[in-house]
């Protein structure tokens, strides 16, 4: 059987405002399997981002469970919570959220600071990051010297030199054009099929929509589809 990696048992998530409150998930069941290419759509407001950050260890859920590598993680100290994301977890997401002052370098070794390797170790792991983006030859640019699709590519760097069980993606795609937008894409497949990542995204991009092998619609919350997709349809539109 594959191996879980994400399990999620009615999920809840309930942020109060004033005198009513939200619920921006409601008990949410999902199981995610290693190798998945799955993606959260649905209308903006519907609770992907609140799913994406709870599984990632970064926010805390009302009730429910959201059990990751194996780990129930709600009641997690943000210590054990920031060594399961150090451990297992990478992120990507809309805006890059790359550190401008770093060299590209720099930014893609970052997580890899807090793990016992020394330089040279470390200086291979970042290149060989680099090579899976195409971009090992701008290690020692800076990210303002870098368009949108590159930035984003020196994002999924940082995000797999770890080489992560998950990774994460929030709307990978929202500010790249419709070409950098189809090259991130392939990167991330590829990623996925070579090296067993799984990827979630939460997105409303019809171009990653198009990929995904597996399409869950959530709506006010809850789960509404969960769709699998045998032969997701990579061929580019022309444009
Ligand atoms: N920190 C917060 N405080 C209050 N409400 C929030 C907060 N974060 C999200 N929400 C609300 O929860 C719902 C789901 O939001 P979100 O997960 O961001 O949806 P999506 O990513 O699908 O657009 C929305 O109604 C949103 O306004
Ligand atoms: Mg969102």
């Given at each position: 059987?594959?191996?879980?990696?994400?399990?999620?048992?009615?999920?809840?998530?309930?942020?109060?405002?004033?005198?009513?409150?939200?619920?921006?998930?409601?008990?949410?069941?999902?199981?995610?399997?290693?190798?998945?290419?799955?993606?959260?759509?649905?209308?903006?407001?519907?609770?992907?981002?609140?799913?994406?950050?709870?599984?990632?260890?970064?926010?805390?859920?009302?009730?429910?469970?959201?059990?990751?590598?194996?780990?129930?993680?709600?009641?997690?100290?943000?210590?054990?919570?920031?060594?399961?994301?150090?451990?297992?977890?990478?992120?990507?997401?809309?805006?890059?959220?790359?550190?401008?002052?770093?060299?590209?370098?720099?930014?893609?070794?970052?997580?890899?600071?807090?793990?016992?390797?020394?330089?040279?170790?470390?200086?291979?792991?970042?290149?060989?990051?680099?090579?899976?983006?195409?971009?090992?030859?701008?290690?020692?640019?800076?990210?303002?010297?870098?368009?949108?699709?590159?930035?984003?590519?020196?994002?999924?760097?940082?995000?797999?030199?770890?080489?992560?069980?998950?990774?994460?993606?929030?709307?990978?795609?929202?500010?790249?054009?419709?070409?950098?937008s189809y090259n991130i894409l392939d990167i991330m497949l590829r990623l996925n099929r070579e090296l067993s990542i799984t990827f979630l995204f939460a997105t409303h991009d019809e171009k990653v929509i198009r990929?995904?092998?597996?399409?869950?619609?959530?709506?006010?919350?809850?789960?509404?589809?969960d769709e699998l997709f045998e032969q997701p349809d990579v061929s580019r539109p022309p444009t």
């Amino acid at each position: 059987m594959a191996e879980t990696v994400i399990q999620t048992i009615d999920l809840t998530k309930i942020y109060p405002m004033g005198e009513h409150h939200i619920t921006a998930l409601n008990r949410v069941t999902l199981t995610f399997t290693r190798g998945e290419f799955a993606g959260l759509v649905g209308p903006s407001g519907s609770g992907k981002t609140t799913l994406l950050n709870i599984v990632g260890t970064l926010d805390t859920p009302t009730s429910g469970q959201a059990i990751v590598m194996g780990t129930e993680t709600s009641a997690l100290t943000s210590l054990e919570a920031a060594r399961l994301r150090r451990q297992h977890i990478g992120f990507i997401f809309q805006t890059f959220n790359l550190f401008p002052v770093y060299t590209v370098f720099e930014n893609v070794e970052f997580p890899l600071l807090l793990l016992n390797l020394s330089p040279a170790e470390r200086r291979q792991r970042v290149m060989e990051a680099l090579d899976w983006v195409g971009l090992a030859d701008r290690a020692r640019s800076r990210p303002t010297q870098l368009s949108g699709g590159q930035s984003q590519r020196v994002a999924i760097a940082r995000a797999i030199v770890k080489k992560p069980s998950i990774v994460i993606a929030d709307e990978p795609t929202a500010n790249l054009d419709a070409e950098n937008s189809y090259n991130i894409l392939d990167i991330m497949l590829r990623l996925n099929r070579e090296l067993s990542i799984t990827f979630l995204f939460a997105t409303h991009d019809e171009k990653v929509i198009r990929y995904l092998r597996r399409k869950i619609t959530l709506f006010d919350g809850r789960v509404a589809r969960d769709e699998l997709f045998e032969q997701p349809d990579v061929s580019r539109p022309p444009t």
